[in-house]
């Protein structure tokens, strides 16, 4: 019998290509995740991947396993969905980053609300630290959105990551002494903070070129040329992308650096209970999809 846990750890080293950047998405070490495909291998008794210093490739018998895994999986969560559906009803009030837009939660939710036809779920989408404020208020029972490394107190952690300044393909500083020009959040947006902190600390000019409320309009100034943006590693928009950061680049010296990002699900004053838990169980187990998936039409 295949442990779903290790299932969900090939899964994500095949979509991510390497160890380090599945255990980044799955929000756990990557000696955990080589465990979880090395006992994998093990239970099928066949290899799953090829490793070498510079990149991890299927096996015959591992493309087998990708779709057995999916298929597992799947058939996994609709049993825990049936058995629990008939036991949970209710109302449940659910904020989320706008950092997930673009990701798979729309099917992680999709799926929440199949299984529990019952349970009426309210979504809002916002900044972070804006859905936090709403959660202590009572009015949201759950937030899935960012916090400060270390911030262990707030929450259960899904992921970690790592900011970094993305721009259009054809994105250039034509004088490197030029302030950067900043695309953000409005205040009290984590990233925007982080950004202006990362400027003042490295002493680099910078000024605000555009200021959205929403991730299509900070990807649609990002497309125009309008400046740069920073935005989680695993999660840029279609059309954008990394920045060189090196000291030497042409055209573009070395950028601040903005550091790490922890994505955490918090509960609120009542804590998770009911519609409220079980919704929160749904995204922990799917948390390697919460990344951008590749591919979707963008606004």
């Not at 442990?3 to 991510?16: G, K």
């Not at 262990?152 to 721009?167: C, H, K, M, T």
């Not at 279609?238 to 090196?246: A, E, F, I, M, T």
């Amino acid at each position: 019998m295949f442990d779903p846990v290790q299932l969900r750890s090939f899964l994500a080293v095949a979509r991510t290509g390497g160890f380090t950047r599945a255990a980044e998405r799955l929000g756990v070490r990557q000696s955990t995740v080589s465990q979880h495909v090395r006992r994998l291998e093990a239970a099928a008794g066949r290899q799953l991947l090829l490793r070498d210093t510079h990149s991890v490739r299927l096996t015959g018998e591992g493309e087998a396993m990708l779709g057995f895994a999916r298929t597992i999986l799947e058939a996994h969560e609709q049993a825990l969905g049936y058995f629990a559906r008939t036991q949970v009803s209710g109302r449940v009030r659910f904020g989320a980053s706008e950092d997930f837009v673009d990701t798979e939660l729309p099917q992680i939710l999709r799926g929440f609300r199949r299984r529990n036809p019952q349970v009426d779920l309210e979504l809002t989408v916002g900044l972070s630290a804006v859905l936090y404020e709403q959660l202590a208020d009572g009015r949201l029972d759950l937030v899935l959105g960012k916090r400060p490394p270390g911030g262990e107190s707030q929450g259960r952690l899904v992921r970690q990551d790592r900011l970094v300044w993305v721009a259009a393909e054809d994105f250039r500083l034509d004088d490197p002494a030029e302030p950067l020009p900043l695309i953000v959040y409005p205040p009290p947006s984590f990233t925007r903070a982080r950004a202006l902190e990362a400027c003042e600390r490295d002493g680099r000019p910078w000024r605000i070129a555009c200021t959205s409320t929403s991730l299509s309009g900070v990807r649609a100034a990002a497309l125009a040329g309008l400046g740069m943006v920073p935005h989680a590693r695993s999660l840029i928009p279609s059309g954008l992308r990394p920045l060189p950061d090196q000291p030497g680049q042409p055209g573009l010296p070395g950028l601040p650096d903005l550091g790490a990002i922890d994505f955490a699900l918090t509960t609120g004053r009542t804590g998770a209970r009911g519609p409220a838990r079980v919704l929160a169980e749904a995204v922990l187990a799917d948390a390697f999809r919460l990344q951008r998936a590749p591919g979707r039409a963008q606004p």
